[in-house]
T-cell receptor, first 116, second 110 residues
Framework: ETGVTQTPRHLVMGMTNKKSLKCEQH?????MYWYKQSAKKPLELMFV???????ENNSVPSRFSPECPNSSHLFLHLHTLQPEDSALYLC???????????????FGPGTRLTVL | QKEVEQDPGPLSVPEGAIVSLNCTYS??????FMWYRQYSRKGPELLMY????GNKEDGRFTAQVDKSSKYISLFIRDSQPSDSATYLC??????????FGTGTSLTVIP
């Protein structure tokens, strides 16, 4: 495997289910991110994990819970989601955690989530 | 008011055409400007970036920043079917998070 991989690629879940999204980066990077991409809306940064810090977007509901056990793996735990949470969830990684343009982020293909 | 405005399209052009993609923004403190390309069923990939004002050229692609008008553009010359994708602009203040546009869907017809 190369780059950033995400599993599953597609997920359909009910509002009462609990599921997890997985991301793995094979680039030797030290920072990982979760983004939400909804139709006709800007890409929304949800969480950042790096050696330096963990950053949360305060507008992200608590039904989304990130976990980063090491610098190569990132999870997004989902519980009691709402239909408006249906979106493409993208994982990204970068060499360091600084949110600067030259710290290029490499994106995975995303998990298409549908909440019924 | 949104931080970044981008026309979602869709935009459809014949092969060989010059394509102009644009974004406007409201925050005059933005210094870094980026363009990402996202193919169907893929994540975004960084295409070009510029700092402050001016132009940057890379092959068939040219990025322009006009800070006085708070307006950025991406030009694609001699467009190819392989350029068909969604193009997202993004920008940030130094050391702060990126703000993305909604993306413009482009189709280049052979």
């Amino acid at each position: 495997e190369t780059g950033v991989t995400q599993t599953p690629r597609h997920l359909v879940m009910g509002m009462t289910n609990k599921k997890s999204l997985k991301c793995e980066q094979h680039l030797g990077h030290n920072a990982m991110y979760w983004y939400k991409q909804s139709a006709k809306k800007p890409l929304e940064l949800m969480f950042v994990y790096s050696l330096e810090e963990r950053v949360e977007n305060n507008s992200v509901p608590s039904r989304f819970s990130p976990e980063c056990p090491n610098s190569s793996h990132l999870f997004l735990h989902l519980h009691t989601l709402q239909p408006e949470d249906s979106a493409l969830y993208l994982c990204a990684s970068s060499r360091t955690g600084g949110l600067t343009f030259y710290n290029e982020q490499f994106f995975g293909p995303g998990t298409r989530l549908t909440v019924l | 008011q949104k931080e970044v405005e981008q026309d979602p399209g869709p935009l459809s052009v014949p092969e060989g055409a010059i394509v102009s993609l644009n974004c406007t923004y409201s925050n005059s403190a933005f210094q870094y400007f980026m363009w990402y390309r996202q193919y169907s069923r893929k994540g975004p990939e960084l295409l070009m970036y510029t700092y402050s004002s001016g132009n940057k050229e890379d092959g068939r692609f040219t990025a322009q920043v006009d800070k006085s008008s708070k307006y950025i553009s991406l030009f694609i010359r001699d467009s190819q079917p392989s350029d068909s994708a969604t193009y997202l602009c993004a920008m940030s203040e130094p050391g702060n998070q990126f703000y993305f546009g909604t993306g413009t869907s482009l189709t280049v017809i052979p």
